[in-house]
């Protein structure tokens, strides 16, 4: 058959009852359904022939940007949102490429949650489909049109439509077919069947979800079988969310047939997992298969249809569904990740050790000038190894974690901090330790690294057992015994370099890539600078930025500037919300003549700035946690401001700017607040 059998494209997207559609759905026949453009920028153009929006470079620049806001929407339920969109561009211009943005707007937050994106031009329409999870709040739909470079480029927008259920479920009815896809196959591919138009071999089924001729399924079919070993996949699209429960599906299978009809899971690296496969053919009608399906990560299912000798026959699927509900009465609580983390700040948490030898100890080190403390606050606890005389040579302390159950995708995140030691390789290893034959995996070991500085480590993993994570510090011989420190250990599903979890959320700044949110008036050598590593003048400044150790950090280089000389660094307007939203950043003010600094509200129409908060002279040698509750509900900037003091060691720094909806005690604890610091300068607390 003809390649474009199989690609379904539809004429023009007509929806059946375009008039009833549900809140968030719009289909631009006469008008966006209460979807307006936002006035500061291009507006989208209703074209009414074709049923879309669009922006194109007729009537906007490269880098200009139409924006389109929905009516308030609620998700009481678990809902689906499709997108059917086209980007199209003039050929050969790769270089900055039109980009298609959706947004998630909630009404308590200043910063718009990116849902989706997509920069890939076609000829022809693409849908993409996205779980919106459930939640009693209430949000608006942006849609960013972005212009790329190129002479004739444009975005269009044929349909949204925002369903409750799920977006791997389907009943085929639609024409857009939930965004399912085949895979192009010259000889066996999957087809539409159903519908008034009977196709040539009338042995094929009624639909199941109407049971008439009139509805609509999947099948594939044998008859253009050229070679054995032919497959035809049927593909899902990729969850947007976590998600665990029972998948169920309707499946027919001609009797006496060749062929083998089996489901998959497949992740974002590719990796392919079966997990249903037809046993006996069953009944000669529609058959119900019910299948455990967890996709704690983005994952694809895949209907697979291998034929494997000359008797062919064909297979037909219908009606899939998803329910968050184990499909047998199953007890087994779903893994949660957050118990295999831990930042200590309470006790050990999950982590244990062996009962003879406790190598590692919870310790606790007031804000001083010599010793550095905590990396989840500058004031709390973290494990330190080779304390109180333990270091004997040979000498081993181990800690395991929780037990993690086997075939999924880990990424451990940790930080440690090595004092001491002449050779530092080895000094700190992490071991995967297979639960049922004990065998200890070596996956990650301490190289080089600058001494004293709290270090981020990264690890993926997967392993077919139940396992444990194991920390092993060694200290070898007694004339070479440092300290090995250790905090904020998390683990996530999912491998660490996922583009989701390489997206930083919104309203969060580490200086990685840029400044992000924030702008300075003037930029010379005496405003703040973006840096890495250590700063310049010694006995002042960090060594490292507190995101992994050897990121960036923003800081004023005391040596550019005169005492009393002012550093400001400004957000850009932040959308007033109603509620309370909380600041958390993190301050490096380390040197005997520092000065200044201080946080500030700035409203729009007020001349006058309000001070939120403020720290004067030195404070710790370790980056301190602040936490700053606020609430504006007009427009507003939050402004940093830094003041140089006495002396040359004056090098104040900030990094890990946060901003929250909600209070800061649902975030933490209030004890943790950093105030002042302690007399006692070189105090450790067991």
């Given at each position: 058959?003809?390649?474009?059998?199989?690609?379904?494209?539809?004429?023009?997207?007509?929806?059946?009852?375009?008039?009833?559609?549900?809140?968030?759905?719009?289909?631009?026949?006469?008008?966006?359904?209460?979807?307006?453009?936002?006035?500061?920028?291009?507006?989208?153009?209703?074209?009414?022939?074709?049923?879309?929006?669009?922006?194109?470079?007729?009537?906007?620049?490269?880098?200009?940007?139409?924006?389109?806001?929905?009516?308030?929407?609620?998700?009481?339920?678990?809902?689906?949102?499709?997108?059917?969109?086209?980007?199209?561009?003039?050929?050969?211009?790769?270089?900055?490429?039109?980009?298609?943005?959706?947004?998630?707007?909630?009404?308590?937050?200043?910063?718009?949650?990116?849902?989706?994106?997509?920069?890939?031009?076609?000829?022809?329409?693409?849908?993409?489909?996205?779980?919106?999870?459930?939640?009693?709040?209430?949000?608006?739909?942006?849609?960013?049109?972005?212009?790329?470079?190129?002479?004739?480029?444009?975005?269009?927008?044929?349909?949204?439509?925002?369903?409750?259920?799920?977006?791997?479920?389907?009943?085929?009815?639609?024409?857009?077919?939930?965004?399912?896809?085949?895979?192009?196959?010259?000889?066996?591919?999957?087809?539409?069947?159903?519908?008034?138009?009977?196709?040539?071999?009338?042995?094929?089924?009624?639909?199941?979800?109407?049971?008439?001729?009139?509805?609509?399924?999947?099948?594939?079919?044998?008859?253009?079988?050229?070679?054995?070993?032919?497959?035809?996949?049927?593909?899902?699209?990729?969850?947007?969310?976590?998600?665990?429960?029972?998948?169920?599906?309707?499946?027919?299978?001609?009797?006496?047939?060749?062929?083998?009809?089996?489901?998959?899971?497949?992740?974002?690296?590719?990796?392919?997992?079966?997990?249903?496969?037809?046993g006996d053919p069953g009944a000669a009608g529609w058959n119900l298969a019910e299948v455990e399906f967890s996709a704690p990560y983005p994952m694809q299912v895949i209907f697979e249809v291998a034929f494997n000798g000359?008797?062919?026959?064909?297979?037909?699927?219908?009606?899939?569904?998803?329910?968050?509900?184990?499909?047998?009465?199953?007890?087994?609580?779903?893994?949660?990740?957050?118990?295999?983390?831990c930042n200590f700040e309470e006790d050990l948490c999950n982590f244990y050790q062996d009962k003879e030898d406790s190598g590692w100890t919870r310790v606790k080190v007031k804000p001083n000038m010599f010793q550095a403390?905590?990396?989840?606050?500058?004031?709390?606890?973290?494990?330190?190894?080779?304390?109180?005389?333990?270091?004997?040579?040979?000498?081993?302390?181990?800690?395991?974690?929780?037990?993690?159950?086997?075939?999924?995708?880990?990424?451990?995140?940790?930080?440690?901090?090595?004092?001491?030691?002449?050779?530092?390789?080895?000094?700190?290893?992490?071991?995967?330790?297979?639960?049922?034959?004990?065998?200890?995996?070596?996956?990650?070991?301490?190289?080089?690294?600058?001494?004293?500085?709290?270090?981020?480590?990264?690890?993926?993993?997967?392993?077919?057992?139940?396992?444990?994570?194991?920390?092993?510090?060694?200290?070898?011989?007694?004339?070479?015994?440092?300290?090995?420190?250790?905090?904020?250990?998390?683990?996530?599903?999912?491998?660490?370099?996922?583009?989701?979890?390489?997206?930083?959320?919104?309203?969060?700044?580490?200086?990685?890539?840029?400044?992000?949110?924030?702008?300075?008036?003037?930029?010379?050598?005496?405003?703040?600078?973006?840096?890495?590593?250590?700063?310049?003048?010694?006995?002042?400044?960090?060594?490292?930025?507190?995101?992994?150790?050897?990121?960036?950090?923003?800081?004023?280089?005391?040596?550019?500037?005169?005492?009393?000389?002012?550093?400001?660094?400004?957000?850009?307007?932040?959308?007033?919300?109603?509620?309370?939203?909380?600041?958390?950043?993190?301050?490096?003010?380390?040197?005997?003549?520092?000065?200044?600094?201080?946080?500030?509200?700035?409203?729009?129409?007020?001349?006058?700035?309000?001070?939120?908060?403020?720290?004067?002279?030195?404070?710790?040698?370790?980056?301190?946690?602040?936490?700053?509750?606020?609430?504006?509900?007009?427009?507003?900037?939050?402004?940093?401001?830094?003041?140089?003091?006495?002396?040359l060691r004056s090098d104040t720094a900030i990094d890990d700017v946060k901003f929250q909806a909600g209070s800061c005690a649902e975030m933490e604890d209030q004890s943790q607040q950093s105030s002042g610091y302690s007399?006692?300068?070189?105090?450790?607390?067991?």
């Amino acid at each position: 058959p003809a390649r474009t059998e199989t690609r379904f494209v539809p004429t023009a997207l007509q929806l059946a009852g375009a008039l009833d559609l549900p809140a968030g759905s719009c289909t631009f026949e006469e008008s966006t359904c209460g979807f307006e453009s936002v006035f500061e920028f291009l507006p989208w153009i209703l074209n009414e022939e074709g049923h879309y929006i669009y922006v194109d470079t007729s009537f906007a620049k490269e880098g200009e940007k139409a924006v389109l806001l929905s009516p308030d929407l609620q998700a009481e339920e678990w809902s689906c949102l499709r997108l059917v969109y086209q980007i199209t561009t003039s050929s050969g211009s790769l270089s900055d490429p039109s980009r298609l943005n959706l947004y998630m707007r909630f009404e308590d937050e200043n910063f718009d949650r990116l849902l989706w994106s997509a920069k890939e031009p076609s000829d022809s329409w693409l849908i993409a489909s996205l779980d919106l999870r459930n939640s009693s709040k209430k949000f608006k739909i942006l849609i960013e049109g972005v212009l790329g470079h190129g002479n004739t480029t444009s975005i269009a927008v044929f349909e949204i439509k925002m369903t409750t259920g799920y977006c791997i479920e389907c009943d085929f009815e639609a024409n857009h077919l939930c965004g399912f896809v085949n895979h192009w196959n010259p000889n066996v591919n999957w087809f539409v069947g159903g519908g008034n138009v009977r196709s040539s071999h009338s042995i094929l089924p009624q639909d199941h979800t109407f049971k008439t001729e009139l509805g609509h399924y999947m099948y594939v079919d044998s008859m253009y079988v050229k070679h054995f070993q032919e497959v035809a996949q049927l593909i899902s699209p990729m969850t947007t969310a976590p998600m665990s429960g029972c998948l169920s599906f309707y499946y027919q299978l001609q009797q006496g047939n060749d062929n083998i009809f089996s489901v998959y899971t497949r992740d974002a690296a590719g990796l392919y997992e079966e997990i249903w496969k037809v046993g006996d053919p069953g009944a000669a009608g529609w058959n119900l298969a019910e299948v455990e399906f967890s996709a704690p990560y983005p994952m694809q299912v895949i209907f697979e249809v291998a034929f494997n000798g000359p008797k062919g026959g064909y297979v037909a699927l219908d009606d899939i569904s998803f329910s968050p509900v184990h499909c047998q009465n199953q007890t087994e609580r779903p893994f949660s990740a957050l118990e295999a983390s831990c930042n200590f700040e309470e006790d050990l948490c999950n982590f244990y050790q062996d009962k003879e030898d406790s190598g590692w100890t919870r310790v606790k080190v007031k804000p001083n000038m010599f010793q550095a403390g905590d990396h989840t606050s500058g004031l709390g606890y973290f494990l330190l190894a080779n304390t109180k005389f333990t270091s004997h040579p040979g000498y081993i302390g181990r800690l395991y974690g929780p037990s993690l159950p086997g075939n999924l995708q880990y990424c451990l995140r940790f930080y440690y901090a090595i004092y001491g030691f002449f050779k530092m390789s080895d000094t700190l290893a992490v071991y995967i330790f297979e639960e049922n034959h004990v065998v200890q995996d070596k996956i990650w070991s301490v190289l080089e690294s600058p001494r004293g500085v709290w270090m981020q480590a990264e690890i993926t993993f997967k392993k077919p057992m139940r396992t444990k994570v194991v920390f092993m510090s060694l200290c070898k011989s007694l004339w070479d015994c440092g300290l090995v420190a250790l905090d904020d250990i998390t683990v996530e599903l999912g491998s660490c370099l996922s583009p989701e979890k390489l997206l930083p959320p919104p309203g969060e700044c580490t200086f990685e890539q840029d400044e992000c949110i924030f702008t300075q008036e003037r930029r010379n050598r005496s405003s703040w600078q973006r840096r890495r590593g250590e700063t310049p003048t010694s006995y002042t400044g960090p060594k490292g930025d507190h995101t992994t150790g050897v990121g960036y950090y923003m800081y004023i280089e005391a040596s550019h500037l005169v005492y009393g000389q002012k550093a400001r660094l400004s957000s850009r307007p932040l959308r007033g919300v109603p509620g309370k939203q909380c600041l958390t950043f993190f301050y490096h003010m380390y040197g005997a003549g520092t000065g200044l600094l201080n946080v500030y509200l700035k409203k729009e129409g007020d001349s006058e700035e309000s001070l939120l908060w403020r720290r004067r002279g030195e404070q710790s040698i370790s980056w301190l946690r602040a936490l700053i509750e606020y609430s504006c509900e007009r427009q507003h900037q939050i402004i940093f401001e830094a003041i140089r003091g006495m002396s040359l060691r004056s090098d104040t720094a900030i990094d890990d700017v946060k901003f929250q909806a909600g209070s800061c005690a649902e975030m933490e604890d209030q004890s943790q607040q950093s105030s002042g610091y302690s007399e006692d300068l070189n105090e450790i607390e067991y």
